[in-house]
């Protein structure tokens, strides 16, 4: 999920739902005193507390209905309000049942069919079928509804002519009955059953008005919203009480709408938030007041700053069409002069590490050193640019370093300027604001520019397929080779896990060697909870697990 569609990376996301599973304990008889908790086990029902409201900050969304949740604000929201097919656990990313019970593939992974829970409902009272499903997914895929998230449904038969405007449905998704759902793809895709997870792809009641869904959507997860969404303001939802699944522990959650993390960590020291983004050059001041989660994920009382790894990368774009970038040496002599160490230690404190690849830890087949030219070695640089026919950068020109404004990204970049100023390039930091940026980007009007990447769902193909793909429209680098195209369109049709997974570990080792990007730094959580949240899961996706966690008194 690009930043367009993340403002907390400030991109995907993509994205997900989320679940912790709690055990459930008897009660100590009655002439006992009930037994202490033992460390380290999951607490009993009758240790957990009901009810309480959680106060959680969030940014301005840009959408929450599902037909454009793109990015983390939006989507913190519509994952707590809708349920999609399946969901991902919040630390080891397994695929789990939600609105479907069970699925399954054909031998070419080219139909699968999903068997929905029977007896959800929306929040309206209706039931969740098929039909609903089929009825989102076509209302996403026609052009008139300008969704930008359509392309996660892009190997869906019939998503071309939709684009095209020759058909009106996916004929690729058949509704066999009220709760069966089969999908026929355009090719073999065996690891389509973490794309349905992704929060966007939820049902919608097909019989809704749609007349104000956009800021009170009708969902079919464990929260509804309370009110329509007030902008700049808040965004309220309550329990929902005929929830198919658990019965969330808390009442509901109030989204505070902030102008900035500043204001958000002041609110979070005074009382009235419960998780919020800890500011740059506070991080390690608020892990010796509120204490670390030992797992980096879980949060309790003394542990309540998450460290987490992030299914995410920071990396620098390259234009591959600018004369001064076409060759592989000189982008590779830019990536070698870059201490991407003393940019962690000195922008983040330590918490985050450098990046040796595009696909980040935690998602299968991540390879260590996937870029060989991602070390920091000032004098192969050098010898890099020379090889190129620029010895200590005479004649080559002064080039851009582009970001988006109002991020802490110029922090980044005056210090990429330093580094590359030593090996003898000169360059000029231009910064704009965020639409500005995406159009220059788009438009191939940059030399180098900022950007990251998140998880839409956890698996190689995400952080290959649309950023490296020939004609991706997340394709910003320009890059086109061949040989790469191949090789992922064969891994999305590999059923076997292990061979799909070495054709993306080939493919990503090809484009390390062409030093396309420049990977930077993999992103780890920054964020803390109060001394009241208990088993809160603040997932490697940056996403928070609302539906188990509780609130002490």
């Known amino acids: 999920m690009s930043e367009r ?36 086990e999951e607490p009993a029902e009758s240790d957990v507390t009901k009810g309480g409201t959680f106060n959680f900050y969030i940014s301005e969304p840009a ?20 349920d999609s097919l399946v969901k991902f656990d919040p630390i080891t990313s397994e695929v789990l049942p939600a609105a479907a019970e069970s699925w399954e593939s054909n031998e070419d992974a080219t139909v699968w069919t999903f068997n929905l829970v029977e007896g959800a409902k929306f929040h309206d009272g209706s039931d969740v079928t098929a039909e609903d499903f089929k009825f989102a997914w076509d209302r996403i895929c026609n052009p008139e509804n300008e969704s930008e998230i359509s392309y996660h449904l892009g190997v869906v038969q019939g998503y071309d002519e939709m684009q095209e405007g020759t ?11 009220d709760y069966t759902l089969e999908v026929t793809l355009n090719y073999g895709f065996a690891d389509f059953e973490y794309v349905v997870g992704h929060p966007a792809l939820a049902p919608v009641p097909s019989d809704a008005s749609f007349e104000g869904f ?32 658990d019965e969330p522990n808390i009442d509901g959650v ?35 007041t509120y204490g670390e ?59 985050r590490e450098p990046a040796t690849g595009i696909v980040p830890p935690g998602i299968v087949g991540q390879s260590a050193n996937a870029f060989p030219y991602s070390k920091y070695d000032v004098e192969a640089a050098k010898q890099m640019l020379a090889d190129a026919g620029f010895p200590d950068g005479e004649g080559f020109p002064t080039i851009s370093l582009e970001y988006n404004t109002g991020s802490g990204h110029e922090d980044i970049l005056q210090l990429v300027q330093e580094d590359l100023k030593a090996i003898g390039v000169d360059s000029e930091l231009v910064g704009s604001e965020w639409a500005q ?48 195209d191949a090789m992922l369109d064969e891994a999305r049709t590999t059923v076997d896990d292990d061979a799909r997974v070495a054709l993306y ?33 603040y997932s490697a996706n940056g996403l928070f697990t609302f539906d188990t966690v509780w609130l002490s008194e």
């Open 5 to 40: 569609f993340r403002k907390g990376l400030s991109i995907i996301l993509a994205l997900t739902l989320v679940a912790a599973l709690f055990s459930m304990g008897g009660c100590a008889a009655e002439e006992e005193p009930a037994e202490e908790p033992v460390e380290g």
């Open 63 to 82: 959408f929450i209905d599902p037909i454009n949740l793109q990015e983390s604000e939006g989507t913190q929201v519509g994952q707590a309000v809708f």
């Open 167 to 177: 058909a009106t449905e996916l004929s690729g998704v058949k509704v066999v009955d």
């Open 214 to 245: 956009g800021d009170m959507p009708i969902g079919n997860g464990p929260f509804k919203m309370a009110e329509p969404w007030a902008h700049d303001q808040y965004i309220k939802i309550v329990k929902f009480d005929d929830y198919y699944g």
């Open 254 to 288: 109030d989204f505070k709408i902030l102008a900035d993390q500043d204001t958000a960590f002041l609110e979070f020291e005074a009382g009235n938030l419960d998780f919020v983004p800890i500011p740059v050059g506070q991080i390690q001041t608020a892990v010796g």
């Open 293 to 351: 989660s030992p797992d980096g994920y879980t949060l309790n009382p003394g542990e309540q700053v998450s460290l987490g790894a992030e299914q995410a990368i920071y990396y620098l774009l390259i234009n591959n069409t600018d004369p001064a970038l076409q060759d592989p040496k000189v982008r590779a002599a830019l990536s070698l002069a870059i201490d991407r160490q003393d940019i962690c230690d000195k922008v983040f404190e330590g918490t």
């Open 437 to 484: 940026y995406l159009d220059k980007l788009g438009a191939k009007d940059y030399q180098v520019g900022r950007l990251g990447w998140i998880a839409d769902y956890p698996i190689m193909d995400n952080f290959l397929y649309p950023l490296f793909k020939s004609g991706s429209a997340d394709n910003y680098s320009f890059y086109s080779n061949a040989d790469v």
């Open 505 to 537: 570990q080939e493919a990503e080792s090809i484009i390390g060697e062409d030093a396309v990007v420049i990977p930077m730094f993999y992103y780890r959580h920054t964020r803390v909870a109060s001394d009241r949240v208990n088993d809160g899961v």
